[in-house]
């Protein structure tokens, strides 16, 4: 079977590498891809952007694609898999109605509340001094969103009331977000430990990935501006079995038959990003319908099961509900970024070490090009995801940090404490399955 994988970021590349290691599949396709997806055996690039919708069922049909894959949000949200369909294409992605639920904040938050799924409270808003008066009164900290895609930067932890009024002037006075940032969710700000759960669904049935955990911030210690992801580790010591049978019971399975309730059945991956508090209630922050980036680079480092196998079952409706096979090891990945991420970046920069290789470790290309003589330079903020494996996460972390020590570029930096807080937890024996 030939298979389509859309998108160019870290995460298609991990989604290109794991489809094409089936036995089933004998060519990858990724539209646009990267230089590190068209390093990998049976993958090939496409000159077809990511949002062309048009363009990608073209694509599909006229090489019979058996299944697509879609890797960013945009394409969902925009109808790809309404359009693949329409054309007879297999497509492992929601329709435009079912992601909504990462399309609109709003849509979400009120999802959410419609059908009792554990949330922090909210309000939204498409006026600046409503949404101001609400900041005041709530007091802070408080988060405020962008309600549309926002390319993972629409996002706000305030800090204090000013910080909160800050954003909400960004979003709908100078309209920062674009049509995105036309309207705004204003939450309560929830304490405790992120993690993030993502399932393979089906309609009905569910198959969980592995857990995983990510790390928001750009700088050490979780300070400094919201960004895509700066790492992130699988498995997440916080995510027990308890908690595991706890999300399934409470978010999972009533937002996969709300859903089709709603008349908007799901298939794809489903993504909720959770709060753990202190009181082991695990609450919904986002949903995403999608795999997340960076946690899909360690996840797929881990995965065993045909990866192929499900994602074409699940587009057919055929979608075996259990357990996948793991990896027992655990795997963590380091973002290496451009200077000036998240914000406005370097580009163009030669990349130096990418064939430094150490053991049981991989990089995964994010935003890069090509440049001067074919070199691989780079191409955006986040640009690598260096990823290792090892017996506990400390192995993990080491194997990572010292491929990414290896790999160097004009304004290369990282963070420098992914995993660091998590290692000798007493909890990460009570997990749920070996994944």
């Known amino acids: 079977m030939e298979v389509l994988v859309v998108g160019g970021g870290g995460r298609e590349h991990a989604l290109a590498w794991k489809l094409a290691v089936s036995p089933r599949v004998e060519r990858v396709f990724v539209a646009p891809g990267n230089p590190g997806t068209a390093g990998e055996p049976k993958v090939e690039n496409v000159a077809v952007a990511a949002d062309d919708v048009d363009g990608l069922v073209e694509l599909a049909a006229s090489r019979r694609i058996a299944l697509t894959v879609v890797g960013p949000e945009a394409p969902l949200v925009a109808g790809l898999a309404d359009s693949l369909a329409a054309e007879g294409c297999p497509c492992f992605g929601p329709s435009a109605r079912a992601a909504r639920l990462e399309g609109s904040k709003s849509f979400a938050k009120a999802f959410?509340?419609?059908?009792?799924?554990?949330?922090?409270?909210?309000?939204?808003?498409?006026?600046?001094?409503?949404?101001?008066?609400?900041?005041?009164?709530?007091?802070?900290?408080?988060?405020?969103?962008?309600?549309?895609?926002?390319?993972?930067?629409?996002?706000?932890?305030?800090?204090?009331?000013d910080e909160a009024v800050a954003a909400l002037e960004a979003a709908l006075r100078d309209e920062a977000f674009g049509a995105a940032g036309e309207r705004v969710v204003v939450e309560d700000f929830l304490e405790g430990e992120e993690a993030s759960f993502i399932c393979l669904v089906d309609r009905d049935r569910v198959v969980p990935l592995a857990s995983s955990q990510d790390y928001k911030t750009r700088d050490e210690g979780g300070a400094g501006p919201n960004t895509g992801g700066m790492g992130a580790h699988s498995p997440a010591p916080v995510v027990t079995a308890a908690l595991h049978e706890q999300v399934m019971r409470r978010v999972v399975g009533p937002t996969v038959r709300a859903m089709a309730a709603e008349g908007a059945p799901f298939t794809g991956f489903l993504y909720a990003g959770l709060m753990i508090g202190r009181d082991g209630t695990a609450r919904v922050l986002e949903f995403n319908v999608?795999?997340?980036?960076?946690?899909?680079?360690?996840?797929?480092?881990?995965?065993?099961?045909?990866?192929?196998?499900?994602?074409?079952?699940?587009?057919?409706?055929?979608?075996?509900?259990?357990?996948?096979?793991?990896?027992?090891?655990?795997?963590?990945?380091?973002?290496?970024?451009?200077?000036?991420?998240?914000?406005?970046?370097?580009?163009?920069?030669?990349?130096?070490?990418?064939?430094?290789?150490?053991?049981?470790?991989?990089?995964?290309?994010?935003?890069?090009?090509?440049?001067?003589?074919?070199?691989?330079?780079?191409?955006?903020?986040?640009?690598?995801?260096?990823?290792?494996?090892?017996?506990?996460?400390?192995?993990?972390?080491?194997?990572a940090y010292a491929r990414a020590d290896r790999i160097d570029w004009p304004g290369r930096f990282c963070r420098t404490d992914i995993g660091r807080t998590d290692i000798g937890r007493t909890d990460i024996g009570r997990r749920a399955t070996p994944a």
Not at 312 to 327: P, Q
Not at 336 to 365: K, M, N, Q, S, W
């Open 112 to 161: 959410l509340v419609r059908h009792g799924i554990p949330t922090a409270r909210y309000e939204s808003f498409d006026r600046l001094a409503p949404a101001a008066d609400y900041v005041r009164s709530r007091g802070a900290p408080s988060v405020v969103k962008a309600d549309g895609l926002a390319g993972g930067k629409g996002v706000t932890v305030a800090r204090t009331v």
């Open 290 to 399: 999608r795999c997340g980036d960076p946690e899909t680079q360690p996840i797929m480092l881990r995965l065993r099961s045909d990866l192929a196998g499900m994602c074409g079952a699940a587009a057919a409706g055929r979608l075996r509900s259990g357990a996948a096979e793991w990896d027992p090891r655990t795997a963590l990945g380091v973002v290496l970024a451009a200077e000036g991420y998240p914000g406005a970046v370097r580009r163009g920069d030669p990349i130096l070490g990418l064939d430094e290789e150490v053991p049981d470790t991989r990089v995964f290309h994010a935003g890069t090009g090509y440049g001067e003589g074919g070199r691989v330079v780079t191409a955006g903020g986040r640009v690598l995801c260096v990823c290792g494996l090892g017996d506990d996460l400390a192995a993990a972390r080491e194997r």
